[in-house]
C-alpha cells in the first residue's frame, strides 16, 4: 500500500496564502495499490505494503475494533480529485472566496473536511510553532433548527467558539470608545441582555480578522439555507458571503445537492461561490471503486480477515459506489460476524443491506443532484425525463422528475486513526 503524494501546505503558511497544493507527504492516507486490478469487477492486491488492521485492534472489545473502522478514511481517486480542486480554488481564489462542496448522501464530504482542517492546523503550526494567536482552521456542523429555522445565533456563537474568543455568551454588549486618543471595544454596563445576533455578527467578523483563520469549513451546510422563502435563502447566503468578505479567510460549505443552488441567489455569489462536485463512482469506473473496497477489506477489524471478492458487484450496487455507504454496510457485516460467531459471508452481508425503500430514495436523490449539478443524466438514471409531468406515454405514466436543468458552468477552480496519521 502506498502513500499518497500530497500537497502541502508549507508556502500558504509561509506566505499567510493558502498554498495547499505544493507540499508532499502530508496526507497518509490508506490507498489501497491497485496496479494489478482487472478491468470487470478487479481483485485487490495482497502487496507487503498495504495497510493493515493492527493486531492491538483485532484483539480489543468490538467497541474499539467499531470505532477503528468507522473513524478511517480511504484516500481513492474521487477523495483525491475533490481535495486537488479545494486546494487550488483556495490557492487562486479571490480573497473572501465562498467554495460549495456538493455530492450525494456518503460519498466522503466530511472526510474531505476532517482531512483538509487536519493538514491546514499541523502544516501551520510546524511553520509557526510559537504562535499562540492564530487560528489556522474551524471545522464545524451545522445543525438544523427543531423549528426548521436555521439558528444563527447559536451558529456563530460556536464559531467564536472554535475561534476561541472569550466569554461568548456571558459577556455583554460591547460597545467602541475612544481613550487617549486609542480606540477599545469595552461592554455596554448600561446593558444586562444578552447579546444579540448583530452583536454576535459583528464580533465574529472582528474575531476572523484577529484569528486570521485559512479555512472555516462548515459540514452539513444544507441546513442553514432550508427555508421555503427564497428572499430568505438569498439574505442568508449574503449573510454567509459577507462574513469573509474582507479577509483571506476561505469558507467551505460542504451538504447535499441542494445546496448547489446556494451560489445562484445572486450574480455575486454566483462570481464568488465556486462549486465542487463530489460524485458516486459511476458504473463505468469499476476500478476506483474496487481500490476502495478492497482497501476497507485490507483494514476491516475481523480476525483472520474477510474475503469481498465475491460480493464485489453486489457491495457496488448495494452502495451506490459511495464510500460512505460502503463502510456502513461492512460495519453492520462487522457487528453481524461478532454476533453469530462466524466470518462474513453473503448471509450476513445481506442483513447489512439498506432496506429497498431506503435505497432507491437514496439513490433518486443521486440522480435528481447529478442532474442538476452536472446537467446530463446519471447513466444508470433510466427515467424519462422528457415528459411534462403527469403525462403519460405508451408504458403508463412518465416520471415526474423535474425537467434537465442547465449549469451556470463548472469551476476548476478518517476520521481519525492516529496510527495511519488520521482515519
Known amino acids: ?37 482487472e478491468v470487470t469487477m478487479p481483485k485487490g492486491t495482497n502487496s507487503k505494503d ?23 478514511i480511504v484516500s481513492h481517486d474521487i477523495f483525491d480529485d475533490v481535495m486537488e480542486k479545494i486546494e487550488t480554488a483556495i490557492e487562486c481564489g479571490l480573497p473572501g472566496t465562498m467554495l460549495v462542496l456538493v455530492g450525494p448522501a456518503g460519498v466522503g464530504k466530511s472526510s474531505v473536511g476532517d482531512v483538509l482542517h487536519r493538514n491546514v492546523s499541523e502544516d501551520f503550526f510546524k511553520f509557526h510553532p510559537e504562535d499562540k494567536h492564530t487560528i489556522p482552521s474551524v471545522l464545524l456542523e451545522a445543525w438544523a433548527g427543531e423549528d426548521g429555522r436555521f439558528d444563527f445565533k447559536d451558529f456563530y456563537e460556536q464559531i467564536l467558539e472554535a475561534l476561541q474568543a472569550p466569554l461568548i455568551s456571558n459577556t455583554l454588549p460591547e460597545v467602541k470608545k475612544i481613550i487617549c486618543g486609542r480606540e477599545f ?5 448600561t446593558q444586562r441582555r444578552a447579546p444579540t445576533v448583530s452583536a454576535y455578527r459583528s464580533r465574529l467578523r472582528r474575531s476572523i480578522r484577529e484569528r486570521k483563520p485559512f479555512v472555516l ?13 427564497p428572499d430568505r435563502v438569498r439574505s442568508k447566503s449574503n449573510t454567509l458571503r459577507s462574513m469573509v468578505n474582507n479577509s483571506n479567510t476561505t469558507m467551505i460549505l460542504s451538504g447535499a445537492y441542494d445546496l448547489y ?21 459511476l458504473p463505468s469506473q469499476k476500478r476506483g471503486f474496487a481500490e476502495v473496497l478492497y482497501a476497507l477489506q485490507d483494514i476491516m477489524p475481523v480476525k483472520g480477515g474477510c474475503n469481498l471478492e465475491p460480493f464485489a458487484e453486489d457491495l457496488a450496487e448495494q452502495s451506490l459506489r459511495t464510500t460512505g455507504i460502503l463502510k456502513k454496510i461492512l460495519t453492520n457485516a462487522i457487528v453481524l460476524s461478532d454476533k453469530k460467531k462466524r466470518p462474513i459471508d453473503a448471509e450476513i452481508l445481506s442483513e447489512s443491506y439498506y432496506k429497498p425503500a431506503q435505497l432507491e430514495k ?10 442538476k449539478v ?8 433510466t427515467r424519462d425525463l422528457g415528459a411534462e409531468p403527469g403525462e403519460e406515454g405508451a408504458d403508463g405514466p412518465k416520471d415526474t422528475a423535474p425537467k434537465r436543468n442547465r449549469r451556470v458552468g463548472r469551476t476548476t477552480p478518517s476520521r481519525g486513526v492516529t496510527r495511519h496519521g488520521h482515519a
Not at 471595544?185 to 454596563?189: G, V
Not at 462548515?218 to 432550508?226: G, H, K, N, R, T
Open 1 to 37: 500500500m502506498k502513500k499518497l503524494k500530497t500537497s502541502s501546505i508549507a508556502m500558504m503558511v509561509r506566505n499567510r496564502s493558502l498554498s495547499v497544493g505544493q507540499a508532499k507527504g502530508r496526507r497518509s492516507l490508506i490507498r489501497c495499490d491497485c496496479s494489478s486490478l
Open 50 to 72: 498495504g495497510e493493515r488492521c493492527p493486531e492491538d485492534v483485532l484483539n480489543a472489545p468490538l467497541k474499539v475494533r467499531l470505532k477503528y473502522f468507522k473513524k478511517a
Open 185 to 189: 471595544f469595552l461592554p455596554d454596563i
Open 217 to 229: 469549513f462548515f459540514d452539513e451546510a444544507s441546513a442553514i439555507i432550508a427555508s421555503s422563502k
Open 261 to 281: 443552488d446556494l451560489v445562484l441567489q445572486t450574480g455575486q455569489l454566483a462570481r464568488r461561490g465556486d462549486v465542487i462536485h463530489m460524485p458516486a463512482y
Open 362 to 371: 437514496l439513490e433518486l436523490e443521486m440522480f435528481d443532484g447529478y442532474l
Open 374 to 381: 452536472e446537467g446530463l443524466q446519471h447513466p444508470n438514471d
